[in-house]
Each structure stands twice: as structure tokens, then as C-alpha cells.
């Protein structure tokens, strides 16, 4: 995942010239050298999704 981000950043510094892009490639190059740990919680996702659902449903709805 982390060379996606990588090249798609690259690319964008490239074409563009983007210090944000500068300093996404940093990111994703120092992303695998940090050892995060988290706890799993298996049951969040059950009420993330229907809560990002009408997040979405919300934010759509204004757009019209």
C-alpha cells in the first residue's frame, strides 16, 4: 500500500512541483519503520460503517 502512496506522490511532484508531495513520498517511505501497536477491536467496524454511511448520505444530500 505504502509504494502506492509512494509513486502516486512522486508522480504528483513531478508533474506539479508539490511540496506536499515531498513530503507524502517522506511519509511513505518512513511508514514501514514505525511499529504501532493497536488494539483490535472487532466489533467497531459494526457501528463505523452505518455511522460513515449516513455520513456520506449526509454530505451528498447538502451537495444537491
Given at each position: 500500500?505504502?509504494?502506492?502512496?509512494f509513486v502516486v506522490a512522486a508522480w504528483r511532484y513531478f508533474k506539479t512541483g508539490s511540496?506536499?508531495?515531498v513530503v507524502v513520498c517522506t511519509l511513505a517511505l518512513a511508514a514501514?519503520?514505525?511499529n504501532l501497536n493497536t488494539p483490535r477491536l472487532r466489533h467497531v467496524f459494526y457501528a463505523?460503517?452505518?455511522v460513515?454511511?449516513?455520513a456520506?448520505?449526509?454530505l451528498a444530500s447538502r451537495m444537491k
Open positions: 500500500m505504502f509504494a502506492l502512496a511540496k506536499a508531495a514501514p519503520l514505525v463505523f460503517y452505518p460513515h454511511l449516513a456520506l448520505w449526509l
